[in-house]
């Protein structure tokens, strides 16, 4: 519905208007648009048209799930206030529509469902596509329509305002001058140097430094820990398999393959729900199937499209079917499919696939050569998960048994490693991982001096640990931070003399003393800028808004200021000129811009007063709304 509404919008106040039409269709459902909800008393009156209970916590709950809170960290008082407002005006808009006898033409919707993407198959209309997708939204063809009517009521409603707007020449030119105004200034630049550097910081001064500022030399608490990792990568290189196992299992496949009328299947996913809509789903589909056909390997289009990341690692592989494993759509597409034969989307409840029949019964089995790889990689794979189900449980046992690593070494062939020191915010590698941190520092591990837990870093691997050494907090000793207190005290002096220099130079130019000698002395000089605007990329933006934040005292006077820059350098400027500027000095494209911009803001402003005038004059009654004014 939402692309609708955006083929249906044009200007810049239709899109103020948007949220309001999206939410007539969340707040008041699929069958209240034909018939109202019934089923809950009033609880609010608009003009004579009753607000229920169940619209209120609909849109209450719709008002939670945009702003991602919950009930128990917000107000349900306040909540609801704000919802039923919203209700307020999109029943008022809806009211407005129609009452000012705006009609859509029938042919002016049937235009907007053929154009709409989510009913088409490859860029064209599908009659039977558009119906499934609106009943898989909760809609009727008919509901669907009525709702359709009343979005493009609401945004022929929102474009009368921002088609009527309009900007005069003499607001256009008053706009133009501020905002294409310049300025010409020069200024002086005084960075951080060596003026201090003949200046001794003395011994006094690092102590007095160091005892006021104990705190940003402390050095954080600290533990390394003893530990042993279960790691699947090294079982795997434990595992070897005779080729006697594997062909064993190809004839055990084989035996139950021939004798069976089972088909195997690979597929393609885009499931609906979470991240997708059926209809993007189904163009998602879509796009893979012209990838297919175009001659893309089925197993990459699924590593790089499917959703169902566990089949796409294996070619999108889903297994075997006698005719009743998979859901009715895909036993359906597969009865008719050819041995390698690739299907359009098909729907279940899953969401949309794209199927191809990989093997059949009816065919000759594959050979040994063909499918020995495979099998050993399932074979292999199952080995690895149950000798890690079966580690992973006795490394939780002997974790818990044990005192030590020591013996969990011995019982399970696991060497016992050492961390580097690290704090509460981690280290590098598997000791950045916030589990195992907060193991590492829990009173059970770090006081009680006991194992912990299995931590599970990820699928793959396991860790458990004990306390090797725990060093508190500590105060650097001063020898250590002597040179880092010198710095700081030798940029403080610094900042400070630049500072001065500052000072020392506007007081000149408030005496009209000559500063020349001052600016050689100190390796100054003016840099000058003319005709420089607001958005000038080759002037400091710190400078920039201090120039532009200044006003001249009277003409041919150049006024003076000051500021520090985030690096430190201090700046005196020097305005000499404001440049009044012009529609004519603009680009075309900055000049439309300009125009677009006037008449939203006018539109909107228009909008909101039409907004206000439809709440003071309607007849609004609500007790909820009494505590807490519109």
């Not at 009913?119 to 063809?141: E, H």
């Not at 630049?498 to 000149?508: H, K, W, Y």
């Amino acid at each position: 519905m939402l692309q609708d509404i955006r083929d249906n919008s044009q200007g810049v106040v239709a899109k103020v208007i948007i949220g309001f039409i999206v939410a007539i269709f969340a707040l008041f459902g699929v069958d209240s648009i034909m018939s109202g909800f019934t089923t809950s008393p009033p609880i609010a009156e608009i003009n004579g048209e009753e607000i229920t209970e169940a619209q209120l916590q609909l849109s209450t709950q719709n008002l939670l799930n945009s702003i991602g809170g919950s009930v128990d960290s917000l107000d349900q008082g306040l909540l609801e206030q704000i919802a039923l407002s919203q209700i307020v005006e999109e029943v008022l808009l809806r009211q407005s529509a129609q009452n000012s006898a705006m009609t859509i033409s029938n042919n002016r919707i049937d235009r907007s469902i053929i154009e709409n993407p989510q009913f088409q198959i490859n860029g064209t209309f599908d009659s039977d596509f558009a119906i499934r997708t609106m009943a898989s939204q909760g809609f009727s063809v008919p509901l669907y329509r009525e709702t359709l009517k009343q979005q493009m009521l609401l945004s022929q409603l929102a474009n009368a305002y921002s088609s009527s707007a309009f900007v005069t020449d003499v607001e256009l030119e008053r706009i133009a001058g501020l905002s294409a105004q310049t300025r010409d200034f020069r200024y002086l630049s005084i960075p951080l140097g060596t003026r201090t550097l003949g200046t001794a910081i003395t011994d006094a001064e690092i102590q007095a430094y160091y005892d006021d500022n104990q705190e940003n030399f402390t050095q954080p608490e600290t533990v390394s820990v003893r530990y042993v990792m279960l790691d699947k990568n090294a079982i795997t290189e434990e595992i070897e398999l005779d080729e006697a196992l594997i062909r064993a299992q190809y004839e055990t496949e084989r035996e139950a393959f021939e004798g069976s009328a089972e088909k195997r299947a690979s597929h393609i996913l885009f499931e609906v729900g979470g991240d997708f809509t059926e209809a993007q789903a189904l163009e998602l589909a879509a796009t893979a199937k012209q990838r297919l056909d175009a001659g893309e390997d089925f197993g990459a289009v699924a590593l790089d499209m499917s959703t169902d990341t566990i089949s796409a690692e294996d070619g999108g592989d889903i297994g075997y079917t006698d005719g009743s494993a998979f859901p009715e759509a895909i036993e359906e597409a597969l009865e008719v499919l050819a041995l390698n034969e690739i299907s359009g989307p098909v729907v279940t409840e899953f969401g949309v696939h794209i199927v191809m029949l990989t093997e059949d019964s009816e065919n000759v089995f594959q050979s040994y050569e063909e499918v020995a790889e495979r099998i050993e990689r399932e074979l292999k794979s199952s080995e690895i998960e149950l000798i890690y189900a079966e580690r992973l449980e006795d490394l939780s046992n002997l974790a818990f048994e044990t005192g030590d690593l020591q013996t969990i070494s011995e019982e399970l062939d696991m060497n016992v490693l050492i961390s580097g020191a690290f704090g509460r915010t981690g280290g590098t590698g598997i000791f950045s991982n916030q589990a195992l941190i907060a193991a590492a520092f829990s009173e059970e591990v770090l006081l009680e001096g006991n194992n912990s837990e299995v931590i599970e870093l990820n699928p793959s691997q396991a860790v458990v640990m004990n306390v090797l050494e725990f060093t508190e907090a500590t105060i650097l000793p001063l020898e250590e931070v002597e040179p880092e207190i010198a710095v700081i005290l030798r940029t403080e002096m610094e900042r400070q003399a630049v500072q001065d220099l500052s000072d020392q130079i506007l007081t000149a130019i408030e005496n009209s003393d000559s500063i020349e000698q001052l600016l050689a002395d100190n390796e100054l000089e003016w840099l000058t800028e003319q005709g420089s605007a607001r958005v000038d990329a080759s002037v400091n933006r710190e400078i920039l808004s201090r120039v532009f934040a200044m006003s001249l005292p009277e003409a041919d006077t150049p006024a003076y200021g000051n500021l520090v820059l985030s690096n430190d350098t201090a700046v005196i400027v020097e305005l000499n000129s404001i440049n009044t500027g012009s529609i004519e000095t603009l680009a075309q494209i900055d000049r439309e811009n300009m125009v677009s911009s006037m008449i939203s803001d006018l539109g909107n402003s228009d909008f909101q007063a039409y907004m206000s005038n439809l709440q003071q004059s309607a007849d609004i009654e609500s007790s909820i709304l009494d505590e807490a004014p519109l």
